[in-house]
């Protein structure tokens, strides 16, 4: 019998974590740089702090044509063969790689391309469309790090089952995108890759952790990404930069493979309904076994479509641009027939919070720091906040755990009864239910739009739909922050310490310009609904309620 070969085992890495982040830095442009014909002579060297334009500065005129369809028409426009698919790859490419943050995927993305040009029939529903993926969604060969300098050798073995199902579908992979020291942030800063800034004003946040995908979509550098949200994690970068960001009910999507896309819904329900027909449950037993399930709109004076408006949350009240935005919102949409708009009143949103952040560190953030103090990299400013200089970072007992999760199973059942009441409900004997209740409510995605660097730590307005695990949908709505008329309120009064620290934050002068972004949430497992009364509702709004100038 021939001797055993001894198991390889890989080095351990000796270089600083300075080296470490260079290599990584420099792994990034080695990939931007395989893209051709080549940008980055192109780029301005000093770029101004809104940089949308550049783009149509650089690219040609058929590669802004491409880039500017939406996701259904890229497929379309593949398929009939009005261009290739290579054509369509390059595209996203040579866009993707003017914002230059991102690590690109030219080679696999271009041979997957090549092969899909002349199949015949099409490969599936996503035929050779490009679709962008946050770091940690695994893809076989390349590395999963969450962010740390010292998990940056890790490896992924294969695909994550979520981009198993896409590249069934015939979806091609062109770009990983940034992510957070430790992911748990609202903004996206690590020190692999350093802070990934706003496209519409850079001394602003991407947002996090999904801020590198929201990043790129705006730019025009992918026209559908996957991302997570435990947190808010796709729902503020989308609200950040004026597009989409979904966060579906839990269990209905593998892996945490989130959708966020910039032009338009239906492109949510393309990546929706593409993974759970895979019927991804038989793989991973978790999921609810629940078909994807098309929901139509259609209001009447029977059956009225009623919106619950959630003006503030009782704990930190919205900069001026959002509560206007909200109220621009309604009246675009007030002449609809059959449409009723209420009041939501808050609930306990305080005490969701204290739930909700004893049940983000159960361990007191012991591995996370474990992680940082690895590699000896310095803590970012976010992950500082939260692992060291907050409360919320404590290590339960099992006791202690148990209790916290008594209390978000009390909390979602009182938060039924508060959604089964509201709007004016009233009981109805014979079916034994409260009738008339919101459909969905329309919240901020967060107190402001958008935040300065390092000052994202307010969550509530996204973190307690998570907590309830119910389907919330950020959305465009036109509306933009004008230093003219989004005055700084002179406020007598505040909620507690944390509305005054969040109401400090806000200067016209340096928010100017930035978009507003709202969010629509819909009752657990009513993801369908909520997409379609999005749908609905800016389909029949009137725009010029929406529009103004911000020049």
Known sequence: MPPKKKAKTKPKRSSSWEDTAKEAQDHRDATIALVQPQVSGFIPSNLPKNTLKIPSQILTDEEMRITGLAPEDIVEAITSGDVT???VTNAFLRRAAIAPENELLPQSALATATLLNNLKPPKGPLHGLPISVKEHIGIAGLRLHAGYISLYDNIAKEDALVLKILRRGGAIFH??????????QLETHSNLYGVTTNAFNSGFSAGGSSGGEGALIACGGSCLGVGSDVGGSIRVPAAAKNIFGFKPSAFRIPTMGW?????????????????????????EPALIPMA????????????????????????????PPITRALASFIESIKHIPNVQVVDFEPYKHDEAWAITSSLYFTDGGTFDRMMI????????????????DNNITEDLTREELEYWLEEREEYRLEYADHWNKSGGAIWDDEMGK??????????????????????ARYWSYTSLWNLLDYPALAFPNGCFVDKDVDLVERRKKYFGGVDEEVAELYNPEDFHGLPVGLQMIGRRFEDEKVIAITKFLLNNRREDETKMDTS
């Open 175 to 184: 770009a990983r995108t940034t992510e957070p020291q430790g992911m748990m």
């Open 85 to 87: 698919a290579t054509q």
């Open 434 to 455: 409260w009738a008339g209740g919101c459909d969905v409510v329309i919240s901020p995605v967060g107190p402001g739009a958008g935040t300065k660097h390092g000052t």
């Open 373 to 388: 103090d690895k590699s000896g990299e310095p803590y970012t400013p976010l992950a500082k906040w939260i692992l060291k």
């Open 292 to 319: 994807w399930r098309p929901a139509t709109i259609a209001p009447s004076s029977s059956n009225p479509l009623k919106l619950g408006i959630l003006w503030h949350d009782e704990v930190v009240l919205p900069h």
């Open 259 to 283: 959708s966020s896309t910039p032009r338009g819904l239906v492109g949510i329900s393309l990546f929706m309904k593409t993974v759970i027909d895979a019927e991804p449950w038989h793989l």
